[in-house]
C-alpha cells in the first residue's frame, strides 16, 4: 500500500485527478468506479477544472457506481444515481448512458439485478481505478464490518451509525435513510486494477489506521486492502494522525520517482 499524506483536500483531488487524466491519455476508453459522499467530492472537482481546461475528456470512458440504497425512487435527490448525475455526470462531458449503477429501486429484483451490475461491470472490461471512501467503522461501499473479504455485488443493511452518519444528507433526519443498500462486495473492489481511498479529518483517523496497519479482519473491511498490489491511500493530516509509520510513508512519498506516478 502506498500512503500519501497531504496537506488538504484540494491537493489530494488534484494528486488523483492528475492520476486519472494520465489514464485517460493512455486509454481513453477506461473505466472510472465511483464512489459517493464527501471523500471523493475533491477529485471529482479537479476533473471538472481539467475538463474545462480541455486536458480531460470522459466521452470515451465509462463510470461504475461503487454502491446504491434501496428503496428510494431513482429521482430521488439523495439516491446515489442522482447524486452522481448532479456532481459528476452533468458536470463532465460522460456519454449518455455511461455511468452505471445497481438498480436498487424495485424490492422483487435485487438479486438478479446484483447478477446483471456484476456481469455489466466484467463485459466493460473490469474497473481501472475505483475510487473510494472508508466509514468510520472501516466500511468500503457499504461493505459494513463483518462482510465476507469474498462478497460480491448484494444487498447489506447499514449500521446504525452509518445511518446517523449519512442524516446530513437527508435534512439530518435519520429516519429518512434507507436501512438496505446495493453495494459492489469487497472480492468486487478487490478486482480493479488500482484502488484510491481518501480520507479527510480526524474522524476518519482511526478507520484508517486499522485499514493500512491493523490485521486484515472483516471487522474493517477496508483492511482487505491489504491483499491487493495497487492500492493508493490519500489522506490529510488528520486522517493520518494515527498511522504508527506517518514518517516512513512521508519520506517514502518524497523520495519516489515521478516517473512511477501514482
Ligand atoms: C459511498 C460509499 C461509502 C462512503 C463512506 C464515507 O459511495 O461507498 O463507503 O465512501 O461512507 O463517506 P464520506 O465520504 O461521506 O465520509
Redesign the pocket.
Known amino acids: 500500500m502506498e500512503v500519501v499524506i497531504i496537506a488538504g483536500r484540494a491537493e489530494g483531488g488534484s494528486l488523483v485527478g492528475g492520476a486519472i487524466e494520465a489514464l485517460l491519455a493512455a486509454r481513453p476508453t477506461a473505466v472510472l468506479g465511483l464512489?459517493?459522499?464527501?471523500?471523493?467530492q475533491p477529485v471529482y472537482d479537479d476533473l471538472v477544472t481539467r475538463h474545462q481546461a480541455g486536458t480531460v475528456s470522459l466521452g470515451r470512458a465509462r463510470g461504475f457506481?461503487?454502491?446504491e440504497y434501496v428503496g428510494l425512487p431513482p429521482d430521488h435527490p439523495e439516491s446515489?444515481r442522482a447524486v452522481l448525475e448532479r456532481e459528476v455526470t452533468a458536470r463532465l462531458d460522460f456519454s449518455p448512458g455511461a455511468v452505471t449503477g445497481p438498480e436498487g429501486g424495485d424490492l422483487d429484483d435485487l438479486p438478479a439485478a446484483c447478477t446483471r451490475y456484476e456481469q455489466a461491470i466484467a463485459a466493460a472490461g473490469g474497473v481501472d481505478v475505483q475510487l473510494?471512501?472508508?466509514?468510520g467503522d472501516g466500511?468500503?461501499?457499504?461493505n459494513e464490518p463483518t462482510s465476507s473479504l469474498a462478497s460480491r455485488t448484494r444487498l447489506k443493511t447499514l449500521t446504525e451509525q452509518?445511518r446517523r452518519?449519512?442524516a446530513r444528507f437527508f435534512d439530518g433526519d435519520v429516519d429518512a435513510v434507507p436501512r438496505h443498500v446495493l453495494?459492489q462486495g469487497i472480492g468486487t473492489v478487490l478486482e480493479a486494477r488500482h484502488l484510491v481511498l481518501?480520507a479527510w479529518g480526524a474522524g476518519?483517523a482511526g478507520a484508517v489506521a486499522r485499514c493500512v496497519e491493523g490485521p486484515v479482519t472483516a471487522m474493517v473491511p477496508a483492511s482487505a486492502l491489504q491483499l491487493h498490489p495497487h492500492v493508493t491511500i490519500v489522506v490529510d493530516e488528520a486522517a493520518a494522525a494515527e498511522l504508527t509509520l506517518a514518517d516512513y510513508y512521508r519520506a517514502t512519498w518524497q523520495a519516489k520517482p515521478a516517473s512511477q506516478g501514482l
Do not use: C, E
Not at 139 to 142: A, E, L, P, R, S
Open positions: 464512489a459517493t459522499g464527501s471523500s471523493p457506481q461503487l454502491d446515489y473510494l471512501g472508508i466509514g466500511h468500503i461501499g457499504f452509518t452518519d449519512n453495494t481518501l476518519k
